[in-house]
């Protein structure tokens, strides 16, 4: 499968983002689809999964109830919806397919969300 990630950009802290993730050749609802992020001079981080299959998400603590993924089977596109951003919600953000929650075996290519204060 192949994943294209889109929708960063500049954003004010508050704001609201939505990231997409388009996947080609495998439909999404094949795998667990996850969002990372990796914030200037730090790991890469887990920020939020989904298997649709079994209707679980999960999320990282620290973007709990502003964080959401959700995908839309017909575009075959998952995306992140990210709320009352913050400025150390700043960082390049990834999806990427696997089959479990712990490997992800592809990945998109990022795209960048910086938040200003």
């Known amino acids: 499968v192949q994943l294209q990630a889109s929708g960063g950009g500049l954003v004010q802290a508050g704001g609201s983002l939505r990231l997409s993730c388009a996947a080609s050749?495998?439909?999404?609802?094949?795998?667990?689809m996850g969002w990372f992020r990796q914030a200037p001079g730090k790991e890469r981080e887990f920020v939020a999964a989904?298997?649709?299959?079994?209707?679980?998400?999960y999320y990282a603590v620290s973007v709990r109830g502003r964080f959401t993924i959700s995908r839309d089977n017909a575009k075959n596109t998952v995306y992140l919806q990210i709320n009352s951003l913050k400025p150390e919600d700043t960082a390049i953000y990834y999806c990427?397919?696997?089959?479990?929650?712990?490997?992800?075996?592809?990945w998109g290519q990022g795209t960048l969300v910086t938040v200003s204060s």
């Open positions: 050749g495998r439909t999404v609802s094949s795998y667990h």
């Open positions: 989904g298997n649709w299959s079994g209707g679980r998400t």
């Open positions: 990427a397919a696997g089959d479990s929650w712990l490997k992800y075996t592809y």
